[in-house]
Structure formats: structure tokens, C-alpha cells
């Protein structure tokens, strides 16, 4: 049974959560809403420690877990750096197990805020399955998954809580195992529910898309998509069930609207972000223009090495 999201819990995260994963800035930029042709609300998530939102959601959850325990989880790389993070200011110990073939650079990060980075499977998935494994084995340790985990899901919803100040009729949301989508629209469904919550997947990626049209998990053969954030091959089951009741909508978009929003971003907001982290802007793009409000957040800026390259014309310098 799926255990509902708490309310109340989300205010209590949203005023004890590490100061650095909140009040992230949000505001309407003119010149992307001129290339969207519509007024659009950005919130930047990418102006923390680990680049992205989900301290949110890790350091919440690591409220709850004493000193001296190991935590395992599986990541494509950001979930990974966040448990990482919050583990290190608690003394908790932190496992990640993350594909053979996940961003090079978020590897190295995980392992530079203090996390043994096991590197097992084909893509994310298989990596998820490896860690289960692992603690089937070690039941000392405590497993954590992104998606499942309601106190994960409620720290994500503190964006909720922040975005309710702006003005919005739509807020387009990146999907990847649902937590973000899931605790923002907990809060605003009860809090805003005149704003339409619409959820985004790559169309190389719509396992999410098509479990929340189909009202339970659909699994995908493969996934093959630059957003490597939201490339989840195996739905999770809670994640679906909040999905179902706090989202009104899920788009798919294609991998070339996806490296416009990219481009996008970088010439009107200054910023390099990871894909899918831009994939909001990816489905304002195919929406058209000339329509109301929208709102979307950028999530993640730990891009790779090779598209730092594509987006600049060089090498990073650190």
C-alpha cells in the first residue's frame, strides 16, 4: 500500500532542510518567455553544493537515520551525490550503485563527497537491481530508493512551496522516478489547484508516460535518450499511484527539442545545464506560442564533459 504524502511533512521540510537546497531563485524571464511566446516562471535548482534538487529531498530523509548506519541506493548520478552530501554532514555511511555507463563526472563527484560508487549493469535500472542484491545480503544496511521513499518525495515538494508565490497556469515538471512531480503536486493540488500539473519525459524514456496513462507500472525494453536524469527503464510502483493523483497531464518530447532547450537556456539565461534538467523547456517549445503562463524548473546542471564541449566549442577549464 502506498503511503500518502504528508502536508504537514512538506512544511516541516521546507523549514528544516539545509539552507543551501532552499529558496533557490525563481523568477519570469523576459527573454525566454520572448522566445516561448508566452510569460514563463524559472526556477534554478542548480546553485547549490551537488547542482541540483534533489539535497532536497536526500537531506530530509536523512533526518531520520542515526549516525553509524550505511545507506544504499542506486543513481545515474545526482540522487547518488545528494545521499552522499547529506551522509557526510551526519556521519552516514553511503553506497551508491550506478550503471557502467553513467556520466563519468557525476561518478567522480559521488566519490568526492564520500561515497563508495559501485559500478554494475547496462543502465540505471540494472544498477537498482545490483544494489537490492546488495542489501538482501547486508541487512545492516538501510536501502533507499528515489521514488518510493515518501520522505524524499515531500522534500522535493518544497519547490511546492516556493513556487506557490508565482503565477502560473501550467507548471511543467522533469520526470524521472517521480519524486519532484509527485511532492510538487501534492502541495499544489491542495494549496494551487487552479495550476495544471503536467509531467515530462524523453520520448527515448516514456516508461513514466505511459504507467501514468495506464494507471500502474509499465516497464520499457531499453531507454535511449541525452537526459540521462530521467532515463528510467522500471517505474516505481508508489511513485505511479502519487502520479495518478496529483498529476493532470505527462508530455513526451523529442531529443531535438531537447538539445534546443539547451541551447536555449544558455543564450537567455546564461546557464549550462544537464538534459534533463532542461526538459521543461524542451515541452514549452513544443507547446507553441502565445499561450498562458507556464512554469517549469530547472533541475539539474551536472553535465558531461562532452556536452560542456557541444555547448561551448571547447573543453571545461575545472
Not at 76 to 105: D, H, K, L, P
Request: proline residues 4%; contains cysteine.
Amino acid at each position: 500500500m502506498t503511503v500518502e504524502l504528508s502536508l504537514e511533512n512538506i512544511v516541516e521540510a521546507s523549514q528544516s532542510i539545509d539552507p543551501l537546497f532552499l529558496h533557490s531563485p525563481q523568477f519570469v524571464s523576459a527573454e525566454l518567455s520572448d522566445r516561448l511566446g508566452r510569460e514563463t516562471v524559472i526556477k534554478v535548482e542548480t546553485f547549490n553544493p551537488i547542482k541540483s534538487f534533489k539535497g532536497r529531498g536526500a537531506d530530509y530523509f536523512m533526518h531520520q537515520v542515526p549516525s553509524g548506519r550505511t545507506v544504499v541506493c542506486a543513481s545515474a548520478g545526482n540522487f547518488g551525490q545528494a545521499i552522499a552530501y547529506a551522509g557526510s554532514a551526519r556521519g552516514v555511511s553511503v553506497r551508491v550503485f550506478a550503471a557502467t555507463t553513467a556520466n563519468t563526472a557525476k561518478v567522480a563527484r559521488m566519490r568526492e563527497l564520500g561515497a563508495q560508487v559501485v559500478l554494475e549493469g547496462r543502465d540505471f535500472d540494472a544498477a537498482k537491481s545490483t544494489a537490492r542484491d546488495y542489501v538482501r545480503l547486508h541487512p545492516e544496511c538501510l536501502f533507499v530508493e528515489d521514488g518510493h521513499d515518501a520522505r524524499i518525495t515531500e522534500g522535493a515538494g518544497t519547490i511546492a512551496v516556493e513556487l506557490g508565490r508565482m503565477h502560473m497556469d501550467a507548471l511543467l515538471v522533469p520526470v524521472g522516478n517521480g519524486a519532484l512531480i509527485s511532492g510538487i503536486g501534492r502541495w499544489m493540488k491542495a494549496r494551487h489547484p487552479q495550476t495544471k500539473i503536467i509531467g515530462i519525459c524523453a520520448a527515448g524514456a516514456p516508461a513514466m508516460a505511459l504507467s501514468w496513462r495506464e494507471g500502474r507500472p509499465v516497464s520499457a525494453q531499453a531507454t535511449a535518450t541525452m537526459a540521462d536524469g530521467i532515463a528510467v527503464r522500471v517505474p516505481v510502483p508508489a511513485a505511479v499511484d502519487w502520479m495518478r493523483e496529483y498529476v493532470d497531464d505527462m508530455v513526451l518530447v523529442s531529443e531535438e527539442s531537447i538539445w534546443r532547450a539547451l541551447e536555449m537556456v544558455r543564450d537567455t539565461l546564461g546557464l549550462l545545464v544537464e538534459p534533463s534538467g532542461a526538459v521543461g523547456i524542451a515541452a514549452a517549445l513544443e507547446y507553441g506560442r502565445n499561450g498562458s503562463p507556464l512554469g517549469t524548473i530547472i533541475t539539474g546542471g551536472n553535465l558531461s564533459a562532452e556536452l560542456f564541449a557541444s555547448l561551448t566549442g571547447g573543453a571545461p577549464t575545472c
